[in-house]
């Protein structure tokens, strides 16, 4: 019989996972993470008691795993210092990249299991021409999450099961209604799981321990426009909470930390046709040999654009875009996809 690990949050999606997955004959565990304590809604005491009572429910063991000082290193950090960088971060890539599928797929090899299974929305298939793994699209394109996964390896993939991938988050609902689940009907977070409130701002100086520094807001012929309240607090394209008043709508077009200034421009100001970006991760290829024709996606929601990709090092990117991009912005990620299959990824360091 295969054996399959559970990652199980306490909400409904990692709950049906592990249901499909039992429905197929696999002997499960159920293991939720403690990430993070202090004020998140993640790894609360309802969520882990919904996940363990899911697990009992199904008649499935279940445990927790303090992963707590890689979650800070690996994710917090890392976001920490991105913002202080100037850049965006996506926790979220960071989490699946360095928690999910490394840390506890490690340890799901270390106890003798075959496959780490996830709620995700995406699927896996292999390609028996190439034999790669591929990532795809989820059923559900309003939940699809392929754009949080683009990071992950030949050899996690082959590890990885993600059983909703064929079914629409309506579906996975009525599964969970029909076995009698408690959190079938149970509400999802949409926030940065230890930033609850959204004000990433605050939490990086709690964090840190630091207030940032104040500096001036200019225009783009550099024009002392006001004062803003640190870096941190803002992102490329943001309009609402930067506190200028204008005759015109302004938004957010650069951060400089050398000078410490934050630059406002008009909307048309904040389209660009090239992205640069790093970290390269390539999953339906080994490498690009030539510019390749693909739609890219530069943020979660955003619908894919068409684009021609260029590799242009071991693990760097161009994209050039048909037409001009609103706000691309570094630190986010750029995601290739060539029909519902996802060619690769990386981090934008710099658009034009």
């Not at 904040?270 to 390269?280: C, P």
Request: proline share 3%; with cysteine.
């Amino acid at each position: 019989m295969n054996k399959a690990v559970i990652a199980m949050s306490g909400g409904v999606d990692s709950s049906v996972a592990a249901a499909l997955m039992l429905q197929q004959g696999f002997e499960c565990i159920g293991i939720t993470l403690k990430l993070f304590s202090g004020g998140s809604r993640c790894c609360s005491l309802e969520d882990v008691n919904d996940a363990r009572a899911a697990a009992n429910h199904l008649g499935m063991p279940h445990y927790i795993l303090n992963f707590t000082g890689p979650f800070q290193a690996e994710v917090i950090d890392r976001f920490v210092k991105i913002y202080q960088d100037g850049a965006t971060p996506n926790p979220c890539i960071d989490c699946n990249r360095s928690i999910k599928f490394d840390a506890l797929l490690l340890r799901t090899r270390q106890i003798d299991f075959d496959c780490l299974v996830t709620g995700h929305y995406a699927r896996i298939e292999k390609d028996k021409a190439s034999g790669r793994y591929l990532l795809k699209k989820s059923v559900d394109q309003k939940k699809d999450q392929s754009y949080v996964l683009y990071c992950l390896t030949q050899e996690q993939l082959g590890r990885t099961c993600f059983p909703l991938g064929p079914f629409t988050k309506n579906r996975v609902r009525e599964i969970a209604a029909g076995l009698e689940l408690g959190n079938a009907r149970k509400r999802e977070s949409q926030d940065i799981c230890f930033v609850p409130d959204g004000d990433y701002g605050a939490f990086i100086e709690r964090y840190t321990g630091r207030k940032a520094a104040e500096g001036d807001i200019i225009d783009l012929e550099g024009k002392i426009l006001g004062r803003h309240r640190g870096l941190i607090r803002y992102t490329i394209g943001q309009r609402r909470g930067v506190g200028v008043a204008c005759n015109r709508p302004l938004y957010v077009k650069a951060k400089s930390l050398a000078r410490n200034t934050l630059t406002l421009g008009p909307e048309e100001s904040l389209y660009s046709k090239t992205l640069f970006a790093g970290g390269l991760n390539l999953i339906a290829c080994a490498s690009i040999e030539k510019p390749l024709r693909v739609k890219v996606k530069t943020r979660y929601l955003q619908h894919e654009q068409w684009a021609v990709a260029e590799q242009t090092g071991p693990d760097t990117l161009r994209v050039d875009f048909d037409e001009a991009q609103r706000a691309i912005t570094p630190g986010q990620a750029a995601v290739l996809y060539d029909g519902e299959t996802v060619v690769g990824g990386g981090t934008i360091t710099a658009s034009s």
